[in-house]
C-alpha cells in the first residue's frame, strides 16, 4: 500500500508564504510524476505544478500560468518527497491542495496515488 502524506497548509495574508510537503510512503518501486493540483470550491481541480523523471537526475518542471514567478516545487528523491514553496500568494490561491503521484508500486503496475489534500486560504 502507498500513501501520500501532505503538510504545511493553513491561513495566509495576500502577500505571504507557505510551504506545503507531500512525502510518499509503502511499497514503492519507483516514482515517474510528483506534483500538485487544487480545487477551489466550485472549480474544477487544476494541476498547479509538477516534477516529471522524478527519480532522474534531471526532472523536468511544469507550473501553471498561474503562478509561474510565484511557486516553486522542488524534490528530495532519497525521502520521495515533493515540495512546494508559494510566494506573494493571492486570495485567488485559496483552495484545497492535493498532492498527485504516479508511480510504479509492488504490484508492477504505475498507477496514480492522491493525498488527502489540505486547506491553504489567503486572506486578510
Known amino acids: 500500500q502507498v500513501q501520500l502524506v501532505e503538510s504545511g497548509g493553513g491561513l495566509v495574508q495576500p502577500g505571504g508564504s507557505l510551504r506545503l510537503s507531500c512525502a510518499a510512503s509503502?511499497?514503492?518501486?519507483?516514482?515517474?510524476?510528483m506534483g500538485w493540483y487544487r480545487q477551489a470550491p466550485g472549480k474544477q481541480r487544476e494541476l498547479v505544478a509538477a516534477?516529471?523523471?522524478?527519480?532522474?537526475?534531471?526532472?523536468?518542471?511544469n507550473y501553471a500560468d498561474s503562478v509561474k514567478g510565484r511557486f516553486t516545487i522542488s524534490r528530495d528523491n532519497a525521502k520521495n518527497t515533493v515540495y512546494l514553496q508559494m510566494n506573494s500568494l493571492k486570495p485567488d490561491d485559496t483552495a484545497v491542495y492535493y498532492c498527485?503521484?504516479?508511480?510504479?508500486?509492488?504490484?508492477?503496475?504505475?498507477?496514480?496515488?492522491w493525498g488527502q489534500g489540505t486547506q491553504v486560504t489567503v486572506s486578510s
Open positions: 509503502g511499497s514503492i518501486i519507483s516514482i515517474n510524476f
Open positions: 498527485s503521484a504516479n508511480l510504479r508500486d509492488a504490484s508492477n503496475r504505475d498507477q496514480q496515488y
Open positions: 516534477v516529471t523523471s522524478f527519480g532522474a537526475g534531471f526532472g523536468a518542471t
